[in-house]
T-cell receptor, first 111, second 120 residues
């Protein structure tokens, strides 16, 4: 099955905003509003920061927002803080034989 | 509070099997499916399969079909993932995870991860 495509890395200074893209196909990202985003610090389990494209779980900062256009979903983090530095993964439900697929991850560096 | 507590790290030889447990607490175990996701060193997350903890039905990724078995014990509130015929490529951290309440997707709760290493 096809995995989702993310940029390998992004970087920005504290206080700035960044957007991470997650590109799939009409069989996954484009076909369902079932995209989720995870933050993962080294050696830790992933943490859900967005589900169903743009919904934030309780306790997640409103600096995290999500959107989708066609086959591409996006995660935006505004007002960057040092603790946002982490790996970010997108995931989508898919119509293929593996119901869920992940992106390759994006390393966010806060300069 | 919801917690998923996994068994500890293991080292196995190629061809062996490994069984990882995931004990749930803080909620009604049979109301939410348990998923298994793995992450090889430096690699992306990879969905392996899930179990409906209520009726025991399972679904596996085609990649692992025939090698993985997920079961649950509703008395012990524990899910298990067994992976057979291990190869070096199975060296990874294995996570159990659960959707958030009312979420269509989005694993809001994760175990701490279990590292197993395949080494000769």
């Amino acid at each position: 099955q096809s995995a989702l495509t993310q940029p390998a890395s992004v970087s920005a200074s504290p206080g700035q905003s960044i957007t991470i893209s997650c590109t799939g196909t009409s069989g996954d990202v484009g076909g369902y509003n079932y995209v989720s985003w995870y933050q993962q610090h080294p050696g830790k389990a992933p943490k859900l920061v967005l589900y169903d494209v743009s919904n934030r779980p309780s306790g997640v900062s409103n600096r995290f927002s999500g959107s989708k256009s066609g086959n591409t979903a996006s995660l935006t983090i505004s007002g960057l803080q040092a603790e946002d530095e982490a790996e970010y993964y997108c995931s989508s439900y898919t119509s293929e034989t593996i119901p869920w697929v992940f992106g390759g991850g994006t390393k966010l560096t806060v300069l | 509070q919801v917690q998923l507590m996994q068994s500890g790290a293991e080292v196995k030889k190629p061809g062996a099997s490994v069984n990882v447990s995931c004990k749930a607490s803080g909620y009604t175990f049979t109301r939410f499916a348990i998923h298994w996701v793995r992450q090889a060193p430096g690699q992306r997350l990879e969905w392996m399969g899930w179990i409906n903890t209520g009726d025991g039905n399972t679904k596996y990724s085609q990649k692992f079909q025939g090698r993985v078995t997920i079961t649950r014990d509703t008395v012990a509130n524990t899910a298990y993932m067994e992976l057979n015929s291990l190869t070096f490529e199975d060296t990874a951290v294995y996570y159990c995870a659960r959707l958030g309440p009312g979420y269509t997707n989005g694993w809001a709760y994760w175990g701490q991860g279990t590292l197993f290493t395949v080494s000769s």
